[in-house]
């Protein structure tokens, strides 16, 4: 069975852009979760979709924002980048939400670098 | 807020046994304990997790205090592969809280 994959792996972007950035999750899983990762703050909890839904929201402006497909494919967008935005941002999948053995799966992560 | 804590780093010798320690003195009944590992800027990898028996798979095996206060990741056999942070985390319903973890370098 496939992974969980990103794409793309790596992005260069201007301050005062935006981006996008895809994930497609293991077949089957119906949760995806986003998390960034910065040497500074470590792994971070964005957001978490499931059915379409996003249920959960990490602190995280409003800027940063996602959305779920109906195959549970899931983008995240950010607006306005900032310097500080630079980081890899990975995407992780389970079979379904809100469960303490759903195991998640994360994917490669997309390395964005804002200059 | 990650929740558990773990020494920073640890050398380990290949061909032998790393035990991992983690302290999770607040975990909740129903919480259970992740062990991920995160070989250098590649996504996390799920090893192992556990609620208060020990486990085992073809990675590792996680034993769990009988206060579930504090486990311990065994690699049984290192290599050099194994060398990455390793995190240790109170699993919370929907969020992986990620601390610090431990850098585990494997030498030969």
């Known amino acids: 069975k496939a992974g969980v994959t990103q794409t793309p792996r790596y992005l260069i972007k201007t301050r005062g852009q935006q981006v996008t950035l895809s994930c497609s999750p293991i077949?089957?899983?119906?949760?995806v979760s986003w998390y960034q990762q910065t040497p500074g703050q470590g792994l971070q909890f964005l957001f978490e979709?499931?059915?379409?839904?996003?249920?959960n929201k990490g602190n995280f402006p409003g800027r940063f924002s996602g959305r779920q497909f109906s195959n549970s494919r899931s983008e995240m967008n950010v607006s306005t980048l900032e310097l500080g935005d630079s980081a890899l941002y990975l995407c992780?999948?389970?079979?379904?939400?809100?469960?303490?053995?759903?195991?998640?799966?994360f994917g490669p992560g997309t390395r964005l670098t804002v200059l | 807020d990650a929740k558990t804590t773990q020494p920073p780093s640890m050398d380990c010798a290949e061909g032998r046994a790393a035990n991992l320690p983690c302290n999770h003195s607040?975990?909740?009944?129903?919480?259970?304990v992740y062990w991920y590992r995160q070989i250098h800027s590649q996504g996390p990898q799920y090893i192992i997790h556990?609620?208060?028996n020990n486990e085992t798979n073809e990675m590792a095996s996680l034993i769990i205090t009988e206060d579930r206060k504090s486990s311990t990741l065994i690699l049984p056999h290192a290599t050099l592969r194994d060398t990455a942070v390793y995190y240790c985390?109170?699993?919370?319903?929907?969020?992986?809280?990620f601390g610090a973890g431990t850098t585990v370098t494997v030498r030969a």
């Open positions: 992780a999948s389970s079979l379904a939400a809100g469960t303490y053995t759903d195991t998640q799966y």
């Open positions: 077949s089957g899983h119906r949760s």
């Open positions: 979709y499931f059915s379409e839904t996003q249920r």
């Open positions: 607040t975990i909740s009944g129903n919480e259970y």
């Open positions: 556990g609620l208060k």
């Open positions: 985390i109170e699993a919370n319903d929907y969020k992986l809280s």
